[in-house]
């Protein structure tokens, strides 16, 4: 226990409890990690209720045990009340089931006493001229500033060297040899670092992020820029032994001549003055199994050393001395091969395979494998400690590999490989040579047949991302295997700290949009709906293990549409392949999850948000900020749109996960797109003849929903997390409240002119008088407007009525009759699609206008659509098996599913059942 | 119903059934299989009973229905009576539950009727300068007589040509870039035909037997000598679509120098004439499933061509003309891209990845995996036909892969590899370089702790073989989903038509060393051992699985000894690894077979077969028809014996297959020791100091257990098979007979001097003056020497009576007292371990001499031995289940047993309830 060692607590117990009015609890997303090696996660706050300039927050247990936490603002209110903040709290022996955070003013003296009390743990950081020197009480990091080591040491707290010169490595060729090329090149590359800064507060947490790009190796002969521009996190915790790493690259190359043919980390590991049969080797298996092995084996033999020299071995614990061994073994070692390199290869989703050598040179010899690895691999001795390196979804990213390299020599080496080099090379190419698809016109007849928005030059790969993260563990001795299979465990699902569902739903902070199953009245309609929902997250899930939606750059997206002729997804055909985010499935699971705290549906959504944010948009070039539609290949389509790339689809992990870095980054990126869209015109295909745009910043031609809305949603992001632009973007998000409404038809207008500098809006080119336009799609409503403008309306609280109006008027109109369009706007709606979809806005008008009527129309539209991308109350709602000889793989398929319906099935109703209660 | 539309049957069935008493019946080893594509087996009959040259036989259903049959000899009895034989049944639409085999003297009536009515059916062969044309009556394939094709056309009975240009391929390497080697050559090889033969009788079945090399490709401009030679054997029958493939390769490369990285078998096929949307693609999946795409597909689309356009092309049917299909896809075809190539990799045993491309340079689609597939890809059109190709073990025999190219162009492809060159390139290197193991005291001593029997230059793939076994089957169109799944099923279960086990007992042409379960009193104490000998069975079974002994090279093996501490066999201890038949394991399987039928023992045999006659054996070079003794690498170890290569192994097989081919190959091969032992001295480390041997033909040192029986084993089998030196090989057989026991101490002295031109014996240079030596060793008697000499004894009946009692003394005294062997040989015994595994040399005597004091003995040394190497009542007979982080994946295990104990245990109890009944 934390507490029973620490004199003079029965004070502070008393005053952390005298504040538990105010405390929020917050409890593990599964059940409680067996090792705690630090934990970061963040909390919502009402409007008003704790003036960011002076709060503080301490932590406890339930019991009022007092727990070491550091904490900062992630977004503020407008009055400049805390809206989020994020916390860090340190390693521990002590794992508590739950833990109360209390914020209170900088007097109390609960925040001082508990200073005092856990400044033995905190981190130490040592800034010289060429290092950074971060000490967690457990380990010691050295973080060169330049050069190509990321980590140039980790020591243990005993002063061992346990890992050094910690480096990332890329491995490329410049065409593909089964095709026939002659005169490939193939080049090695090592980081090179350009930038490292840290956290300001590094007391329980310390950040250090590294920036920089893969360098030619030093021996290599051949030329090659430097590419693959590299941000590596390091997190480091105070009292612990592990350091998160988030690993993240940019794809610069040219993909018809860049192949990735391994991308990795590596470690080398000081292995001086251990008896080779005192270092040991695990690999992680399945299910929390792991590979038990010493460099120089002694179990098995025809004589026996002896039991205790055996269990030593298996168990990673220092051998008796071998003058008590039996003698046959002692003076046989010699004739005992010492196996130097192991490696694991997992290149399919479903199974692996793991060899070892004795050296190079010699053949590798097989170990049994199995189906699918932990991803962990250590390397150490029992004496001299060692390193263990992990990475979160291992199997799903496949091609992954683990290399465990000269184990029996003075220095040996761990390498996780994110993209194995045992496996064919990474192809980026486009999937086919265009089909002649030369002109606009033919692009769009292409559409026709394929739903494919293809052309040339936009199906890129330049400028997407992938991010993973990685888990590097310290050991002052080999650790027991139930300790590297429970840490195997948490790499893979990071241990996450989360607040209940109706603490969240009560700060009002992540939205209005969606409420607790147990706040909307238990009618049969409801509870139908819940199956439904509860459905649809348990078809996805099993989905993506049937169809293995997993790969390097495919883990976390799902697709598009369904073949029912053929039983599978439409993973071939142009734009029903890959999903891209259409219409909102993040959205979904995000607001499903905040209703439920269900832990496997955080999971899904987190995995979505990790995908979408990196592979489906763009951070370098003229498409940065913006993402790419759907299809074959995540990048391939030529719409480059900020819908796909909308921050309100990363919010609720950005601000539940306290703040991920990489995702505040993906975030802030999206303001870039004010940019791309001088470069990028997206509606170039469609527009009428006649309309002569160039794109100017001072006059974007865009649509309120599929243009506008993803950068508004950057734009109060920025505001709120307070980010290096934020007064900017609450200026133009105010500007735009101010002028939008002036626009004659407002939302109906649809598409208008957007001065990119301002934030003021005026009429389109088509109607320069702004007599009225009317330019109505199904799209403008599904790609989280309406959770974008109800934030803003949320969180700007004086923001313009007439802005609010219309914007209700347009939420009205949509699904209203055509007469009562035709009565308010001259004309009834062409495109009236997506009903069900849209019930949501419907819904939001009658919160808004607390019209009853307007709820059941709601309820109406969303039971009784019959179009397309719906689900019906009649539908199956259950799945059907396919085997035999029908379908390769045996799956469940649910053909009346499409991604399109169930993500705006799925919202809607989380959103209709918030917005008005239950269907009376 | 064949029979139905055949007139003149009634005379035909009556004499049929007047001849029923002497029927045969065969059944199908698992549930009669979907199709009868043709099907050869065997059937051994009674001394005595069909005189060779006046037999002829005829097959029927259980009632009558005649069946056409083709039948040759496979085994005599001295007595030219017949001793077994092998039939071919005809490809049929009707698949019977089981046959009757009859044999009948040359003037019968049912022959020529059978004979008549069933011409229609028979194969024709036309025998042209460069080809030989082979027609089915389903398929015309023509087999050219030289130059690269193996095939160079196959034909439909409708005239279509469906394949072309059947050739193997080859890829190696010079090196491995990964281990820094520069100037590494990379080639194409290519199969060159240099002898093609066909079977004699080819009415209901032909084999055409190619044999050659692989040659470099016309196109290289490296230099390399031809190699790899191989063995392909077709097999045809009479109205069958299939044809049965047995492709033997022998590794004659350096293994330092020449890496396979792909081994496969291509074949074209045309598809001009055929639109891309009537073009089909069906690989084989897991558990039957099937990919159903086409080239060009119509499913799926943004605008539906009509239901029975997508119904008809999921099914391979031909699609409705384009002028009814919906215009928008019959306009839009141009823009629906068609997919040149497929390829799956199966590059472990547990996980497939599939994908496909529209071209070469474009970047290849992921189409969704899964665990294990099937192994059989089928390439063809609804109007042209196609062609499918899979391999027997495809999961099992990991890496492998199916390529599908050119899809879209005049002619496609199917390549088969057996070795993937997607994955890393085949290492037979040593596994150590050898540990400083340069004189035989050291590696005496390196054998003391490893208990690997190192040498330098022993190590060597040099003369290895692997046989695998690939199904073509050719189509007039595209065949349904369900058949190719079937046929996938048959292409890794190839049906097998097998007597009764009560019927093969009761010829005693395969050994008395058995019986069934049923014909030993159910005592308790027999309950017990069947119980057990059941669990070994299932263990070994599970075991496989578990474990994975899988791969290219090691399907088909098991692994010798248990390491209880790491919960793994001792996969990397030296002799401790692969089991290469050691102590018989292969002598237990096909016996337990025997005596109960059981379907999953016969494919577990059917393996070790496959497996330890071709990997675990030389074919080529100094060491042909040698063994190799267990080790790391199935052919490490420097003990080269004919103990491990013994035909007695192969022997069930080869006669119940109906005479496999490539198995009597290497049963004939083994005479070839006859020359090794000039070059392989086996005893060189060992032999005592003083004692000068030089190896020559006619005074060979030899082993009469390790050395000679297998030797005789071969003696034998050509006798009986009466091969091209059977007269040579009785000759020595009994000569031996005669010279043997006139060793003083006949089969006690152990070792003598062979002269293997002659077959007599004479005594060991330790001895000239034949005063009695005693050499025992416990390993003499557990490589098939009791089984080899029974067989002799029962074939040759006139065998000198001398030579059975010696063999019987010897039988006697090795488990007798001390005391007994002191008074009979002046010395008691030293080695007299392994008593387990000799008592059924006791139960042996005991039958021999009718000693029922003996057989209480045997079945005491086998219940109450309590040395290494046994399995006692007392064990626990149960596997334990190991999980969590103890093992890398989850296994049962059995740390009591060991293979030599199940070997001898299984062997043992089996020959025991044979030769004495059960304990009493
Ligand atoms: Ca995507
Ligand atoms: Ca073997």
């Not at 927050?57 to 936490?69: G, I, Y």
């Not at 346990?162 to 480096?167: D, E, V």
């Not at 409240?737 to 088509?766: C, D, H, I, R």
């Not at 336009?773 to 109800?790: A, M, P, Q, R």
Request: charged share 20%.
């Amino acid at each position: 226990m934390v507490s029973s060692a620490l004199p003079g607590l029965v004070a502070l117990v008393a005053l952390a409890t005298s504040a538990a009015s105010d405390a929020v609890k917050v409890k593990w997303l599964e059940s409680p990690p067996e090792y705690n090696n630090g934990v970061t996660f963040g909390l919502p706050w009402a409007r008003g209720q704790y003036p960011a300039n002076r709060t503080t927050f301490t932590a406890s247990s339930a019991n009022d045990d007092p727990v070491q936490l550091q904490s900062w603002i992630t977004a503020y209110w407008p009055d400049d009340s805390i809206k989020w903040t994020g916390h860090a709290i340190a390693g521990s022996e002590t794992v508590y089931d739950s833990y109360k955070i209390t914020p209170s003013g900088p007097g109390n003296a609960t925040l001082s006493n508990l200073r005092r009390q856990t400044k033995a743990n905190e981190i130490t950081v040592t800034d010289s001229s060429d290092t950074l020197l971060v000490d967690t009480g457990k380990l010691v990091v050295a973080f060169p500033k330049a050069g190509n080591a990321l980590i140039s040491s980790i020591k243990t707290a005993s002063g061992k060297t346990i890992g050094k010169n910690g480096r990332l490595i890329l491995k490329s060729q410049s065409g593909i040899a089964e095709e026939g090329q002659s005169g490939i090149e193939y080049n090695d590359f090592v980081s090179k670092i350009s930038n490292l800064t840290i956290s300001k507060d590094s007391t329980t947490r310390a950040l250090i992020t590294v920036q920089g790009i893969h360098h030619l190796d030093g021996n290599s002969s051949n030329a090659h820029v430097d590419w693959l521009p590299f941000t590596v996190r390091f997190y480091l915790y105070a009292n612990s032994e592990a350091i998160r790493t988030v690993h993240t690259i940019i794809y610069d190359g040219h993909a018809k001549s860049d192949f990735i043919s391994g991308l990795g980390i590596k470690f080398d590991v000081p292995l001086t003055d251990e008896e080779l049969y005192n270092r040991h080797v695990r690999i992680a298996g399945v299910d929390g199994g792991l590979l038990h092995e010493a460099v120089q084996g002694l179990t098995g033999l025809r004589r026996d050393p002896g039991k205790d020299v055996r269990s030593a071995q298996f168990n990673g614990t220092v051998l008796p001395d071998k003058s008590t061994w039996d003698t046959k073994v002692a003076n046989g070692l010699q004739y005992i091969p010492a196996w130097n390199d192991y490696r694991l290869t997992q290149l399919s989703s479903d199974g692996f395979n793991l060899k070892k050598r004795t050296k190079v040179g010699q053949s590798w010899v097989k170990i049994p494998g199995g189906t699918r690895a932990g991803g962990l691999a250590y390397l150490g001795g029992a004496t001299v400690g060692g390193l263990a390196v992990g990475l979160r979804d291992f199997w799903k990213k496949y091609p992954t590999s683990l290399d465990i390299a000269n184990a029996a020599t003075d220095e040996g080496s761990i390498t996780l490989w994110l993209y194995s080099p045992s496996a064919e090379p990474l192809d980026v190419r486009p999937y086919h040579d265009g089909l002649g698809e030369d002109t606009y016109a033919k692009q769009l007849a292409a559409l026709e047949v394929t739903y494919e928005d293809f052309e040339d030059g936009y199906n890129t790969p330049y400028g997407i991302g992938r991010t993973n993260e990685i888990f590097i563990y310290g050991f002052d001795s080999t650790p027991s295997a139930d300790k590297l299979s429970a840490l195997t465990k948490q790499s893979n699902t990071p241990p996450v700290l989360i607040a209940e569902p109706e603490y969240l739903h009560s700060t009002k902070a992540i939205g209005i949009n969606w409420n607790t199953p147990n706040s909307t009245s238990g009618s049969a309609a409801v509870a139908t709906i819940e199956t439904h929902l509860n459905f649809l997250i348990d078809f996805y899930e099993k989905q993506i293990e049937q169809r293995r939606f997993y790969g390097f750059w495919d883990y976390g997206d799902i697709q598009h549409s369904y073949d029912a002729d053929r039983h599978t997804w439409r993973y071939d055909i142009g734009g029903y392949a890959w999903d891209n985010s259409e219409l909102s499935p993040d959205l979904f699971f995000w607001t499903y999850f905040l209703r439920t705290g269900r832990a496997d549906v955080y999971r899904l959504a987190e995995a979505q948000v990790r995908h979408g944010a990196e592979v489906d948009s763009y951070h370098l070039g003229n498409f940065t900020g913006l993402g790419t539609r759907h299809g074959v290949q995540h990048w391939g389509d030529s719409a480059k749109q900020v819908r796909i790339s909308t921050p309100v689809y990363r919010k609720s992990f950005y601000y539940l996960s306290g703040g991920d870095e990489r995702t505040g980054d993906l975030i802030h990126a999206v303001l870039e797109v004010e940019k791309a869209y001088v470069l990028v015109d997206a509606r170039r295909k469609v527009r009428k003849p006649g309309v002569v745009y160039v794109p100017d910043p001072k006059a974007l031609y865009l649509n309120f929903g599929t243009d506008w809305a993803g950068l508004a949603s950057a734009y109060l992001l920025e505001w709120e997390r307070r980010g290096p632009r934020w007064e900017e973007a609450r200026d133009k998000l105010v500007k735009t409240a101010e002028t939008y409404p002036l626009l004659k038809n407002a939302f109906v207008t649809g598409e208008a002119l957007y001065n990119s500098q301002t934030g003021a809006w005026s009429p389109p080119p088509t109607d320069p008088g702004n007599n009225g336009n009317i330019t109505i799609s199904h799209l403008s409503g599904v790609f989280g407007v309406l959770e974008t403008i109800d934030d803003l309306i949320h969180h700007y609280a004086d923001i313009p009525k007439p802005f609010v109006d219309a914007w209700i008027e347009y939420c009205y109109y949509y699904g209203a009759t055509p007469e009562e369009q035709q009565a308010r706007y001259g004309v009834a709606f062409a495109d009236r699609s997506l009903k069900q979809g849209h019930s949501r806005l419907t819904a939001y008008a009658a919160l808004k206008t607390g019209n009853a009527t307007l709820a059941a129309r709601a309820w109406n539209e969303f039971l009784t659509d019959s179009s397309l991308d719906e689900l019906s109350p009649d539908d199956p709602w259950k799945t059907e098996r396919i085997g035999g000889s029908d379908v390769l793989v045996e799956i469940d398929e649910a053909p009346w599913i499409s991604t399109n319906a169930a993500a705006l099935y799925g919202l809607s109703a989380i959103e209709n059942l918030a917005f008005v209660g239950g269907p009376k």
